[in-house]
């Protein structure tokens, strides 16, 4: 039997057995069975996309699972990438969850919550596996409606969990209406709904079809992989979600809207015109901007990794939209290294971004806080946390030796590339790409030295901080599987590169592969290199050996009390807040954040001159969001109460609308 | 022959749905009712009759007692509990219903010309009778005060339905006839319950009572 076959019918079986067993067992041993059903699935699923991404396919119809289409899965290279992935968070998330979700206290420990947890991750191994339009959408909702339950698991303790459901589930579902009705348009134009029959039929359809298909499918891939502006869901869901579950969709599923723009896009259109991709990539700059700048005035920390998702989500799209404008301009070299950085930078961002939103959870169980003016000095009481949630930041700044580096550099190689032929608009496009690209990285090693600095450095700035306690060592082991991927991605990116070979060979697109060998990353048809190994040794070198000469050569060290101006000793209100920390970024980008801030000034009642009491309150909603979202809803608002004129109670007019419908249906019958 | 009969019968069958409209008196309307299943089941007879099928003329047997026996036998008890309910009180007067009632016979003509065109036989042409039957059994329940009225409104409809099925498609198996009877039972005893229950709470039958339930 093919290992990819078997690999994913261990994944789907381990599933239902472990919603089964969730639900069944009492809630002492609840957290444990769901989690390691949780990280099974998660297993399997990556062995099927390790043999996948190693060049065994597996193409399967199951005619009797599902009346009228029945089931049809088909796993490729690229296909095998994200099952990858989302196995491989699944891994980390289900060893997590049996630290923390257990033990009644934080965390939800309910049955519903947990036994969703292994059939969500089994919805989102469906849906890279599915070879078809119907079994597709199917994976789709059942991911969709899966992850609102895990969504809403703490809805009794918090009306913002309610909020943020409501939200998640509008914008998820006018995502799915989008997809569906690209799909089927699709299928019905390719006349035959399975993957193979639409791919033999994608180049000869017509641009109106398939630039429609396009359009609709981005619409609601876009939207699921959080790209600003059809981005509000998402701060709110991942924010006001368990930790373990704003990881998984963080970190995967928004994931799986990448590879729906990669799967439409470059394989079942096989490439398609230039708009689509500068349409993509403007997509990609707004959300790296906007996402990144949130991100870095946020004080709640769970909304700046959530934001931060955005940021990176928009980087990835940039990545494809460079893919698709050099695949068109017949750039093929360039083309390959963006659609590699693209997928490497999905992989970096599952990868840290699950750490450091488990680490956000450690946080939020030893403190009941996510406030970073409130936090503080976990260093001391939470050192191995602290330790894993800086790996996790590092490679979220992009910094080297962090695992984002890499493909933020792949990217900028791939939008550095000159092409005579590609046009106007792509040649003035592309450098304003590698600036975006430039400050976003910058903003970001801003946004994660706050988190990190206020966050776990320095004094507790509350008692909640003060008193915070290393977490368990199921969900430290779960953090450190994480990190361990990390780091190994940040030093042998290059392992990755036969993989992403495959899958470029897989796309029609033409696109070259992408040459590496073991230690180094070659841009075959670009003159870089690049070696993530040897520049990790150096920086650590470096620091290892600037440390080791201060202390040979420089003064011996004294303890001496730090200086405070001569006012007392210093408190921990004297240190910087997340607040004060991000307010010059705030000011610099005053016209974009648009913050809405007041300072009240007390004076007593002898003098005006003297200053009794400071108050200064500051609020930064998001502006998207208040001027595109809040009409439309107050719109529909108005509409709903209007229609309400319709239901007058009266029998005979309900009776009359019956009739009325009645009669159209046949004019129209008539008339036709 | 049997094409003149059949054409008499569902000539009767429209003409009783029309009468109904017409006639304000309820138990007029029960009698026209009446005629209405003896039609019907003239249809499903002469059907059965010409098909040389024991299964139609077995389901015509059913369908006679059912639509001119036991639900006339009904709503005649519920007008006797309900004694000072003698008229329809229709929210659109008699003439206008007469001139709508045209409208929908046209129109259900007009619509069912692709059903015609199926299988040209003589009873299919018949067809569009059962729907036009339908629409002003809608009609009648969509413009009449009393909660009786909808019960005779959606027995319309009903009849219409059968009538349709007969003509279209030359016999209906007795299992689905059945299932359709024994359904239409149930929801005339629930409407008879209903009404029994609305004269006991507001003393009247007037279904705009029930206006008060809303909010």
Known sequence: ?672 | MIDQLLNLACGLFLLSAIGVLWRRELSALIALLTVQGLALTGIAVLLAVDRHSVETAAVAVGVGVLKAGLLPLLLRRVLARVPEARETAPLVNVSASMLAAAGLVLLAYAAARPLVALAPTSAAQAAPVGIAVVLIGFFLAATRRRAISQIIGVLLVDNGIAAVAFLATGGVPLVVELGVSADLLLAVLVLQVLTARLHAAFGDTDLDELRELRD
């Open chain 1, 1 to 672: 039997m093919n290992e990819v076959a078997a690999a994913l019918a261990v994944a789907f079986a381990l599933a239902g057995v472990g919603a089964a067993a969730g639900w069944a067992v009492p809630a002492r041993g609840r957290s444990t069975v769901a989690g390691a059903a949780t990280a099974g699935v998660g297993a399997a699923g990556a062995a099927a996309g390790l043999a996948a991404v190693s060049g065994t396919g597996w193409q399967g119809h199951l005619p009797d699972l599902l009346p009228l289409a029945g089931v049809t899965l088909s796993v490729d290279a690229l296909a095998g990438w994200f099952l990858l992935l989302v196995g491989g968070v699944a891994v980390v998330v289900g060893v997590y969850t049996v630290g923390y979700a257990g033990r009644g206290g934080h965390g939800p420990a309910s049955r519903t919550a947990l036994a969703v947890l292994p059939v969500f991750v089994a919805a989102m191994l469906l849906v890279p596996a599915a070879g078809s339009v119907s079994t597709f959408l199917l994976g789709w909702e059942l991911m969709a409606v899966t992850s609102l339950l895990l969504v809403l698991a703490e809805h009794r303790h918090s009306p913002a969990a309610r909020t943020a459901g409501l939200w998640y589930a509008a914008m998820t579902q006018a995502g799915f209406v989008a997809v569906l009705v690209g799909l089927a348009w699709l299928a019905a134009a390719a006349g035959g709904e399975s993957f193979a029959a639409i791919r033999a039929a994608g180049p000869e359809l017509s641009p109106v079809v398939s630039g429609g298909v396009f359009l609709l499918c981005l619409a609601g891939f876009a939207s699921k992989a959080g790209a600003v502006p059809l981005h509000p869901w998402l701060p709110r869901a991942h924010a006001e979600a368990p930790s373990h579950v704003s990881a998984l969709m963080s970190a995967a599923m928004v994931k799986l809207g990448v590879y729906g723009i990669v799967r439409v896009g470059f394989d079942l259109l096989g490439g398609g015109q230039r708009w689509w991709w500068l349409l993509l990539g403007a997509f990609g700059v707004v959300s790296a901007l906007y996402g990144i700048l949130q991100a870095a005035v946020a004080t709640d920390l769970k909304r700046l990794l959530a934001f931060s998702t955005s940021e990176n989500v928009g980087l990835i799209l940039l990545g494809l939209a460079a893919a698709g404008l050099w695949t068109d301009a017949g750039e093929h070299a360039a083309a390959g290294v963006a659609l590699a950085a693209a997928l490497l930078h999905a992989a970096n961002h599952a990868g840290f971004k699950t750490l450091l939103f488990c680490g956000a959870g450690s946080v939020l169980r030893a403190t009941g806080t996510r406030d970073l003016d409130e936090l503080g000095g976990l260093s001391r009481r939470m050192p191995a946390t602290t330790l894993l949630f800086t790996v996790g930041a590092l490679g979220a700044a992009a910094l080297p030796p962090g695992n984002g580096f890499v493909s933020e550099w792949l990217l900028l190689q791939a939008l550095l590339h000159r092409a005579p032929e590609a046009g106007m608009v792509v040649t003035v496009a592309a450098p304003v790409a590698v600036a975006v690209v430039a400050l976003t990285a910058g903003v970001g090693v801003a946004t994660y030295v706050k988190a990190l600095g206020t966050g776990f450095l320095a004094r507790p700035r509350s008692s909640a901080a003060e008193q915070a306690v290393e977490s368990p060592r199921g969900m430290l082991a779960g953090m450190g599987l994480a990190a361990l991927a990390c780091a190994g991605l940040a030093v042998a990116p290059a392992v990755a590169a036969p993989a992403l070979d495959r899958i470029a060979g897989g796309l029609r697109t033409g696109i070259a592969p992408l040459g590496g060998s073991g230690v180094d990353v070659r841009l075959s048809g670009i003159a870089s290199t690049i070696s993530p190994l040897w520049i990790g040794v150096g920086v650590v070198g470096l620091a290892v050996g600037f440390a080791g000469a201060a202390r040979a050569v420089g003064r011996a060290r004294r303890r001496a009390a730090a200086w405070d101006c001569g006012d007392g000793p210093l408190t921990a209100r004297m240190e910087y807040t997340a607040t004060s920390f991000a307010e010059p970024l705030q000011r610099v980008f005053d016209n974009v954040l648009a913050p809405e801030q007041d300072v009240d000034v007390t004076h007593p009642s002898e003098s005006a001159y003297l200053v009794r009491s400071v108050q200064y309150r500051r609020r930064l909603p998001d502006r998207i969001e208040a001027r595109l979202y809040q009409p439309m809803v107050t719109a529909v608002d108005r509409v709903g109460r209007a229609a309400r004129g319709l239901a007058t109670g009266s029998v005979h007019r309900y009776l009359a609308y019956m009739l009325a419908a009645l009669i159209a249906v046949l004019v129209a019958g008539v008339i036709r």
